[in-house]
Every structure is written in C-alpha cells, then in structure tokens.
C-alpha cells in the first residue's frame, strides 16, 4: 500500500533544517513513548521496539516536507510504524525471539493494563489479573495483537485501523473477535491448571 506521506498533495514549503529540528523533537514528545508501545506490542522485544521507533522518526524527518497539513501526523506515525513492524517481523527468520518476556524487567506496560487503586490488597489482585492479561495478549499471533493493540491500547476505532493496516473493517471486526476469544481461553486454561495445582 502507498506510505499517506506520498498522497498528500500539493505539499507546504519545504521548512529550514532548524524548523525541520524543531518539528521533529515536538513529534517524537508527543508521539514517541506511543510509537514505543505500540512497536513492543508487535514485536515483544525492548530493543527492537526501540530500534524501530527511531527508525519511524528518521523516516518521518526525512520526508516531513512531503506531509500537508491536511494530513494527521498521528494515523501517518502509526503507518509508519505498522509497516516496519510487519518487515521486522517478516525478516526474522526464527519464532525464538517471540518466547515469553520478563514482564517485571523494565518492558514498556501498555497504559490500557494500568491499575490505579487505593486499596493495597485490591490493588495486587488487579495488578496480577493485568498481568495475566497482558500475557494472554502478548501470547496471540501478531496479526491478532495487532488489532489488540490499536484498538485497546491506542482507542482507535475499526474504521481507522483498517486504514492504518490496509486490511477490510469486516477483517478487522473478525480479527478482534478471534483475539477476544483466545484471550478468554488463555485466560480459562489458565485458570483450570492454577485450581489443579491447588488441589
């Protein structure tokens, strides 16, 4: 699919190498720690996550002044990073690098797992049913996180997600489906063997 940055036209004036700095440290305050997320969502890894987001802001400087003010530099950002999140993954050769993270080690937690509680003890139950969940959502297939993502953690609606994936919304209404299913299982399977265990 055609990058949005290559569709808007006519583009506005071509911006000083100060004002291009400019523009992108405001960009990269606004958007970056979502751009973060969102990269760690695809690909379970700190560091490629981190990789890829300074890749999207190099691409993003060096063709801000092919973007329009028409433009959203949000859904542009997000493109951005959907497509190098599906060429790393497609580069990767091995299914290794998707093994279970350390969840407690310093991993980006995406703000839609975020528990806020007064109470201590309700406060770790929420915290480890977050974690659970988190889990479950990093265990799917990166197809199915994907629309998890987007949807869940950034709030965007289907209609916008199937621009940013270039997927149908009926597609993308079936992709979220399936992942809400396997994520109840996971969550149940996970259930069954802990009341096995405690036996």
């Known amino acids: 699919m055609e990058p949005l940055y290559k569709r808007h036209r ?3 004036p071509e911006r000083t190498v100060a004002e291009r700095a400019q523009q992108l440290e405001y960009l990269m305050r606004r958007f970056g720690d979502e751009v973060l997320h969102l990269a760690y969502f695809y690909l379970k890894d700190r560091h490629a996550a981190e990789d890829v ?3 999207v ?5 060096c063709h801000l002044d092919d973007f329009t003010p028409e433009g ?6 997000y493109r951005i990073t959907v497509n190098l999140c599906h060429d790393r993954l497609r580069s990767w050769t091995s299914r290794k690098v998707f093994a279970a993270e350390d969840l407690s080690g310093g991993e980006p937690t995406p703000r839609c797992v975020a528990v806020d509680v007064a109470d201590t003890e309700a406060q770790a139950i929420r915290s480890w049913e977050a974690e659970r969940l988190l889990e479950a959502v990093m ?3 990166p197809k199915y996180r994907e629309v998890i993502a987007l949807h869940y953690y950034s709030d965007l609606p289907v209609k916008q997600i199937a621009q940013l994936t270039g997927l149908t919304e009926a597609n993308v209404k079936v992709r979220l489906h399936r992942a809400r299913q396997r994520i109840r299982e ?3 399977e996970e259930g069954g063997r802990e009341g096995e265990g405690g036996r």
């Open 139 to 141: 265990s799917l297939e």
């Open 57 to 61: 802001f190099l691409r993003v400087y």
């Open 10 to 12: 006519p583009r506005e």
């Open 186 to 188: 996971l969550l149940r």
């Open 72 to 77: 959203s530099y949000h859904n542009w950002i």
């Open 53 to 55: 987001a300074q890749e």
